[in-house]
Each structure stands twice: as structure tokens, then as C-alpha cells.
């Protein structure tokens, strides 16, 4: 297994859910990693990246109530989701980007109820 995303669940909203993806050393090195998600009947949709030296990238739905961030050395990438919505529901997919290939991971389900 490459990507081993883990943290979803339910919650209800303005609650919070940290998401968390262990990577294979040799696809986290020197990679940017990140999270996208797709919602029930939507496309997938960038939620935010990190690079390999911490320099985040964010959706603008998500800014200022979500933090992400990575372990290199646990090969982990990690999604801190506060002030959640209804409207974050979705199948939440980790990603890692290098320069030759991108890889997902399974996807886990985050449900927010009003």
C-alpha cells in the first residue's frame, strides 16, 4: 500500500477532524502531498498542498479553517479541519505529486451534519 489515509467520520458542524496520510518513503520524498476531495454529484476539487519545505497552498472555501502540514520523517501529511460545514462532506483523497507520477490514496468520508 502507498497512501494510508485515515481520520474521517462524522461530525457535526462547526466541529473539528484531523486527517492524516502515511505515504511510502520512496513516493514522500521530495514530493508535494496534499488532500483533494469530491463531494456527492461534484467533481474533485483541490482542498490544499504542502511542499517538501512546508509551503502550503490552500482552496479558498477552506482558508483559515483549514491547516495542513507534513512529518517527513514519519512520511506523513497531516489536514486540520476546524469550523467544519455541511457543505465539507465529501470523500477526502490524499495525494502525493511527483515529478513523474501522481498517486492517491483510497479516499475516506467526512460527513458534517447541520
Known amino acids: 500500500v502507498q497512501l494510508q489515509a485515515s481520520g474521517g467520520g462524522l461530525v457535526q458542524a462547526g466541529g473539528s477532524l484531523r486527517l492524516s496520510c502515511t505515504a511510502s518513503a520512496n513516493i514522500f520524498s521530495s514530493s508535494v502531498v496534499g488532500w483533494y476531495r469530491q463531494p456527492p454529484g461534484k467533481q474533485r476539487e483541490l482542498v490544499a498542498l504542502?511542499?517538501?519545505?512546508?509551503?502550503?497552498t490552500y482552496a479558498d472555501s477552506v482558508k483559515r479553517r483549514f491547516t495542513i502540514s507534513r512529518d517527513n520523517a514519519k512520511n506523513t501529511v497531516y489536514l486540520q479541519m476546524n469550523s467544519l460545514e455541511p457543505e465539507d462532506t465529501a470523500v477526502y483523497y490524499c495525494?502525493?505529486?511527483?515529478?513523474?507520477?501522481?498517486?492517491w490514496g483510497q479516499g475516506t468520508q467526512v460527513t458534517v451534519s447541520s
Open positions: 495525494y502525493v505529486q511527483r515529478p513523474s507520477d501522481d498517486y
Open positions: 504542502i511542499t517538501w519545505f512546508g509551503s502550503p
